[in-house]
């Protein structure tokens, strides 16, 4: 037998060549390149999952540019981490993602991405990451897919490492695998999910096992505040950087901000009416006071770049660096609409903290923090004439109250409730504002006629001793000033932090109008709703178990809550003029011509305090009708019946 080359060493089959060649692939080292030229070369955006579907293209999201390659920065300057606080639809997410792959192909191992519910981990592995996967070349050549490979609806695995993506109240994930790099998407709303834990300390522990330069987090979100989520870490552990970009009139640098939008008042216009006209709003330059148009502004943003708005000594000590970006910078987001929603704001704090999280992408400040007796007692109305049927006492209900809620704080001794009447009063441009007019409150002294030895009766309530709100609140009639209309509270809250079942047992006797309420965030790092409602509570009458589904659980951002119904006392504004008087000033808030100083003395004692880095509501004295004028308050929100421009006897 005669022996050739090709005997000892026969050629390699189709098959065999293309493993070969796929091994060859893998184990070539990657071009070097930077995640937002990764991007551009191999990302492809799903259509459904973005505006903007196909190729990735960096001069569509130019100002994402360096903000994804600051996490290639911070792997090389051995940095924590990178936090972007950014705005809404303007691509911040998927230029994280973007990252992502761009570490599964460069420093490969295993990495976590938290998101915000199970649920959407679930369908954003299964949509995203499977088209992800597909489609970007480095990825697909080394993704191994199948179950029998290890490979989950939420876990993608690759021939160097694995993706696992948990929702929120999968939190145990944290506390049992390390990981060489956390990704953390909507981190505020995640610790919502995580019952307020906090899931950037978690992950920072689950990447300690990797250390050197060799492991990041990354965190992204809508921010919300100063002592919560990214707003946090970007304000107390990185370098502040914003996207600066070159005046086109002085070649100065400054970053895109809302400080420089102002109105400008047309001739014909009115100050408070350039104020509400959105087309009125103008972008300047901070740096020569020139105004910039849209399309100037949009070419300003292609030569963006993020640099810290901190002191160079101290911004290269912060162990994280964080990036910014807003609607300010989408070459999509005309100036005129951003005003449009910024003019819903100016006296609507919920509004305006929407505006500045979601729009700006920056955290928002309260600057409430607390009233005076002084300022409360400028709220009590003043008679204007014979027939001014806005001067009212209490009991009576004054002109513009549309309907009334009702509140009631629960304590041993004493009951206390209060009813509040709301409507809608237009202001001197003819933007309609929500105004709230005291109407009556009292308290029941569960003690008056006891002796001290039957003070121990004190200790629990009755849910009979609370019919008497029937005849205070519920079934009274509350008259016009002129006496021509009668109006009913249409909804009352009623504190169940004491005594719950009495509560739960009066609110199931007037079903759909009075129902039992419990705080459910009463600090400055929750994001919960003003109002929402829990299932129906359940409790034992004898023996038998009680489920009444018409007595469900008020669940009450009480924190939020206060800081705007409080926000109300010092805001004031003009009425149109009429019948040849001047335009009037009047007040957000009115209390009736005979309100007493023990009502005014406990609606004053609350005052906002810092507590252990969070911020909290207390109160220097009994607060009582502050409780339950926060309670009508919740349920005025909750009913919300300015809608659909029904007319008033509707």
Same mark, same amino acid.
Request: net charge neutral; charged share 25%.
């Given at each position: 037998?005669?022996?050739?080359?090709?005997?000892?060493?026969?050629?390699?089959?189709?098959?065999?060549?293309?493993?070969?060649?796929? !091994?060859?692939?893998?184990?070539?080292?990657?071009?070097?390149?930077?995640?937002?030229?990764?991007?551009?070369?191999?990302?492809?955006?799903?259509?459904?999952?973005?505006?903007?579907?196909?190729?990735?293209?960096?001069?569509?999201?130019?100002?994402?540019?360096?903000?994804?390659?600051?996490?290639?920065?911070? *792997?090389?300057?051995?940095?924590?981490?990178?936090?972007?606080?950014?705005?809404?639809?303007?691509?911040?997410?998927?230029?994280?993602?973007?990252?992502?792959?761009?570490?599964?192909?460069?420093?490969?191992?295993?990495?976590?991405?938290?998101?915000?519910?199970?649920?959407?981990?679930?369908?954003?592995?299964?949509?995203?990451?499977?088209?992800?996967?597909?489609?970007?070349?480095?990825?697909?050549?080394?993704?191994?897919? /199948?179950?029998?490979?290890?490979?989950?609806?939420?876990?993608?695995?690759?021939?160097?490492?694995?993706?696992?993506?948990? /929702?929120?109240?999968?939190?145990?994930?944290?506390?049992?695998?390390?990981?060489?790099?956390?990704?953390?998407?909507?981190?505020?709303?995640?610790?919502?999910?995580?019952?307020?834990?906090?899931?950037?300390?978690?992950?920072?522990?689950?990447?300690?096992?990797?250390?050197?330069?060799?492991? *990041?987090?990354?965190?992204?979100?809508?921010?919300?505040?100063?002592?919560?989520?990214?707003?946090?870490?970007?304000?107390?552990?990185?370098?502040?950087?914003?996207?600066?970009?070159?005046?086109?009139?002085?070649?100065?640098?400054?970053?895109?901000?809302?400080?420089?939008?102002?109105?400008?008042?047309?001739?014909?216009?009115?100050?408070?009416?350039?104020?509400?006209?959105?087309?009125?709003?103008?972008?300047?330059?901070?740096?020569?006071?020139?105004?910039?148009?849209?399309?100037?502004?949009?070419? $300003?943003?292609?030569?963006?770049?993020?640099?810290?708005?901190?002191?160079?000594?101290?911004?290269?000590?912060?162990?994280?660096?964080?990036?910014?970006?807003?609607?300010?910078?989408?070459?999509?987001?005309?100036?005129?609409?951003?005003?449009?929603?910024?003019?819903?704001?100016?006296?609507?704090?919920?509004?305006?903290?929407?505006? *500045?999280?979601?729009?700006?992408?920056?955290?928002?400040?309260?600057?409430?923090?607390?009233?005076?007796?002084?300022?409360?007692?400028?709220?009590?109305?003043?008679?204007?004439?014979?027939?001014?049927?806005?001067?009212?006492?209490?009991?009576?209900?004054? !002109?513009?109250?549309?309907?009334?809620?009702?509140?009631?704080?629960?304590?041993?001794?004493?009951?206390?409730?209060?009813?509040?009447?709301?409507?809608?009063?237009?202001?001197?441009?003819?933007?309609?504002?929500?105004?709230?007019?005291?109407?009556?409150?009292?308290?029941?002294?569960?003690? $008056?006629?006891?002796?001290?030895?039957?003070?121990?009766?004190?200790?629990?309530?009755?849910?009979?001793?609370?019919?008497?709100?029937?005849?205070?609140?519920?079934?009274?009639?509350?008259?016009?000033?002129?006496?021509?209309?009668?109006?009913?509270?249409?909804?009352?809250?009623?504190?169940?932090?004491?005594?719950?079942?009495?509560?739960?047992?009066?609110?199931?006797?007037?079903?759909?109008?009075?129902?039992?309420?419990? /705080?459910?965030?009463?600090?400055?790092?929750?994001?919960?709703?003003?109002?929402?409602?829990?299932?129906?509570?359940?409790?034992?009458?004898?023996?038998?178990?009680?489920?009444?589904?018409?007595?469900?659980? $008020?669940?009450?951002?009480?924190?939020?809550?206060?800081?705007?119904?409080?926000?109300?006392?010092?805001?004031?504004?003009?009425?149109?003029?009429?019948?040849?008087?001047?335009?009037?000033?009047?007040?957000?808030?009115?209390?009736?011509?005979?309100?007493?100083?023990?009502? *005014?003395?406990?609606?004053?004692?609350?005052?906002?305090?810092?507590?252990?880095?969070?911020?909290?509501?207390?109160?220097?004295?009994?607060?009582?009708?502050?409780?339950?004028?926060?309670?009508?308050?919740?349920?005025?929100?909750?009913?919300?019946?300015?809608?659909?421009?029904?007319?008033?006897?509707?």
């Amino acid at each position: 037998m005669i022996f050739t080359r090709d005997t000892l060493h026969p050629p390699p089959t189709s098959g065999q060549a293309d493993m070969l060649r796929a !091994a060859a692939l893998t184990l070539r080292p990657p071009a070097d390149m930077s995640p937002s030229e990764f991007a551009a070369r191999y990302r492809r955006i799903k259509e459904g999952t973005s505006a903007q579907a196909g190729a990735w293209s960096n001069s569509y999201f130019p100002y994402l540019t360096a903000i994804m390659d600051a996490v290639a920065e911070a *792997i090389r300057t051995g940095r924590a981490g990178v936090v972007l606080m950014k705005s809404g639809q303007g691509g911040g997410s998927e230029a994280m993602i973007n990252a992502l792959a761009w570490l599964l192909e460069y420093y490969p191992g295993p990495m976590l991405y938290l998101i915000s519910k199970d649920e959407v981990a679930r369908e954003f592995c299964r949509e995203r990451f499977s088209f992800i996967n597909d489609t970007c070349e480095p990825l697909k050549r080394k993704c191994v897919t /199948g179950r029998g490979s290890g490979e989950l609806v939420h876990v993608k695995r690759y021939v160097d490492g694995k993706l696992v993506v948990q /929702g929120g109240k999968s939190v145990l994930n944290l506390q049992s695998f390390p990981y060489r790099h956390v990704f953390v998407d909507e981190a505020d709303s995640l610790q919502d999910e995580m019952d307020g834990q906090d899931p950037i300390a978690l992950a920072e522990v689950r990447t300690s096992t990797y250390v050197g330069n060799n492991r *990041i987090m990354v965190v992204f979100a809508h921010p919300t505040n100063k002592e919560r989520g990214a707003g946090k870490l970007y304000y107390e552990k990185s370098d502040q950087r914003r996207g600066y970009v070159t005046c086109p009139h002085c070649q100065q640098e400054f970053f895109l901000s809302w400080d420089h939008v102002s109105p400008v008042v047309p001739e014909g216009l009115t100050q408070a009416q350039a104020e509400r006209d959105s087309r009125c709003y103008r972008y300047f330059a901070p740096c020569c006071g020139a105004e910039l148009t849209d399309a100037q502004r949009w070419a $300003a943003v292609r030569a963006c770049r993020q640099k810290s708005t901190l002191p160079e000594s101290e911004a290269k000590n912060k162990p994280w660096i964080g990036v910014h970006f807003s609607q300010l910078y989408m070459p999509n987001m005309p100036l005129e609409t951003l005003a449009a929603q910024w003019v819903e704001g100016l006296d609507d704090e919920p509004v305006r903290r929407v505006f *500045i999280n979601k729009r700006l992408g920056d955290v928002f400040e309260s600057k409430v923090s607390g009233t005076s007796r002084d300022a409360w007692r400028r709220l009590k109305c003043v008679s204007h004439g014979e027939r001014d049927l806005e001067f009212y006492e209490r009991g009576q209900v004054p !002109a513009g109250v549309r309907f009334l809620t009702a509140g009631q704080d629960s304590r041993e001794r004493e009951l206390h409730w209060a009813v509040w009447g709301w409507g809608l009063v237009r202001d001197e441009a003819q933007y309609p504002l929500l105004c709230g007019w005291l109407i009556d409150y009292g308290v029941i002294d569960r003690a $008056a006629g006891l002796r001290y030895d039957e003070f121990v009766r004190l200790k629990t309530l009755d849910a009979r001793e609370l019919l008497a709100f029937n005849q205070l609140v519920y079934d009274r009639a509350f008259l016009s000033v002129d006496g021509q209309y009668q109006f009913y509270v249409k909804q009352g809250l009623h504190d169940s932090g004491w005594q719950p079942i009495a509560i739960y047992e009066y609110c199931r006797s007037r079903p759909f109008v009075a129902f039992p309420s419990k /705080g459910a965030a009463t600090d400055s790092t929750s994001t919960r709703q003003f109002i929402s409602w829990g299932p129906a509570p359940a409790w034992r009458i004898g023996e038998e178990q009680v489920r009444d589904e018409r007595v469900k659980l $008020a669940l009450l951002n009480t924190y939020t809550l206060k800081e705007t119904f409080y926000g109300l006392v010092e805001k004031s504004f003009k009425r149109p003029a009429a019948n040849g008087a001047p335009a009037q000033l009047r007040t957000r808030l009115t209390l009736p011509r005979d309100v007493g100083e023990d009502f *005014i003395g406990q609606v004053s004692s609350e005052y906002k305090k810092l507590d252990k880095r969070k911020y909290v509501w207390d109160h220097r004295g009994p607060n009582h009708w502050a409780d339950a004028s926060i309670y009508a308050y919740a349920a005025a929100l909750n009913l919300d019946p300015f809608q659909e421009g029904l007319p008033f006897d509707e």
